[in-house]
């Protein structure tokens, strides 16, 4: 399928090659079509066409599987109108391999999920995972949790995992580093990065029908960030992912180096903002420009009993509701609040992880709706005033808004009322 991007004007100086660079792009299995870009943030709403069906913009991707699915099937992750999903390369590479999920016909296959699949490049784990790793300019080695054999995640190894996962979009291996870390290590490992960019770009054997998203990184320092950036969207990439945050650092330098990254991508490649899940920060980094976003938060919560609702969070097992035959959330279509009260489910809870299962389903059916509704703000041209709905419904009152979010929306023209 042929790139078919909009010609926008570069957004800054950075992109003053673009033009070489549009030239010079081969086909990809990916276009994106902006639908409706909001006048007065950064916010829009775009079409993204992948090789399994298109994707509305923007996106909560939930993690489909884990080696093993935890807590919903893709039946009813379809059913809930997923578009996109998750799989993760270290666990589905170790187990039950390569190999075999090619045989399966890729994981698509092998899931049997006909929608479009992530695959991330397995680093990310293997550094967060795995005690014994160790990061060399070859890639990432380390001890396998099953055997104990030392193995190497390269950069072409990841890629060739990835192939035969037959993933829509893959990621670049990239040298990750936490990010409250600070100093010489984190120049390296952006610079670092961009090299383990160039060798995945060259390892993919199927650009015709995977998509390869650089990931930029630079920890919290915005001349290094804009020198990835600088960096990688010189090279023909598909999509662009912003990494390195959501570890731990403070909200303050997380918008910052969110809107920065913004501020140099190009208009029309997708930007995806690795592990960002809580519903503010959804609808905040909307505002800030980015269209793909995906946490295991929704689902780990799920599993302590935690249900999101646009007030925030409903904990079923607290003995308010041990009587309480309303569902979930009222307003909510899914089909836990169309068949279980908040009663039922906190007496499953006591002894059945079938409880888990059933306010799994709810939030992520909560973060596909909340996105649903942010698209249609943007396309209608009302983003600004849902922000506003949304946070007096979130919080108690607007002196408890959070003050990054404020902060971060002023920077895009919105004042919280
Ligand atoms: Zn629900």
């Known amino acids: 399928m042929a790139s078919t991007i909009e010609r926008g004007a570069p957004p800054n100086a950075l992109g003053s090659n673009m033009s070489l660079k549009k030239a010079l792009s081969a086909a990809s299995p990916l276009s994106l079509r902006i639908v409706a870009e909001c006048p007065v943030t950064k916010a829009r709403a775009c079409d993204l066409i992948l090789p399994h069906a298109a994707v509305s913009t923007p996106v909560f991707m939930p993690v489909g599987t884990q080696g093993t699915l935890k807590g919903i099937t893709v039946d009813q992750l379809e059913g809930l109108g ?41 680093g990310f784990q293997m550094v967060s995972l795995v005690e014994l790793s160790e990061v060399t300019e070859d890639g990432v080695k380390f001890k396998s949790p099953y055997d104990g054999k030392e193995i190497l995640l390269s ?24 990010s409250t870390v600070t100093g010489p290590r984190v120049e390296e490992a952006m610079h670092r990065s961009i090299r383990w960019l160039d060798r995945c770009i060259a390892a993919n054997k199927n650009p015709d029908r995977q998509n390869l998203f650089a990931i930029i990184q630079g920890g919290l320092n915005a001349e290094l960030r804009k020198k990835c950036l600088e960096e990688m969207t010189q090279r023909d990439v598909p999509g662009f992912a912003i990494g390195g945050l959501s570890g731990g650092e403070e909200k303050d330098d997380f918008w910052r180096m969110v809107t920065l990254s913004t501020d140099h991508l190009p208009r029309e490649k997708p930007r995806y903002l690795m592990g960002v899940g809580y519903a503010v920060d959804l609808v905040v980094c909307v505002a800030l420009g980015c269209d793909m976003f995906d946490c295991v938060f929704p689902t780990r ?17 607290h003995k308010q509701y041990a009587k309480d035959l309303q569902p979930i959330d009222p307003d909510c279509h899914c089909p836990t609040c169309r068949r279980h009260s908040r009663a039922y489910l906190h007496a499953l809870f006591k002894n059945d992880t079938a409880a888990m299962h ?37 919080f108690p009152s607007p002196d408890q808004y959070p ?15």
């Open 301 to 317: 919560t799920a599993r302590f009993g935690s249900a999101l609702v646009p007030w925030g969070s409903l904990q079923v097992k």
């Open 403 to 417: 003050s990054w979010a404020v902060d971060a929306l002023t920077s895009v023209n919105i004042k919280l009322e």
């Open 82 to 122: 997923c578009q996109i999903c998750l799989g993760n390369t270290y666990h589905l590479g170790m187990r039950p391999g390569p190999d075999l999920i090619e045989k399966a016909s890729g994981l698509h296959g092998f899931m049997n999920w006909k929608k479009n699949l992530l695959t991330d490049s397995g």
């Open 358 to 394: 059933h306010i799994t389903i709810h939030n992520i059916s909560y973060q596909l709706t909340l996105m649903r509704s942010v698209r249609q703000s943007i396309v209608e041209k009302r983003f600004p005033e849902f922000i506003q709905a949304f946070m007096k419904r979130m």
């Open 155 to 178: 950069p072409e190894k990841s890629i060739s995992i990835q192939n035969s996962l037959g993933s829509d979009i893959m990621m670049q291996l990239d040298d990750v580093v936490s």
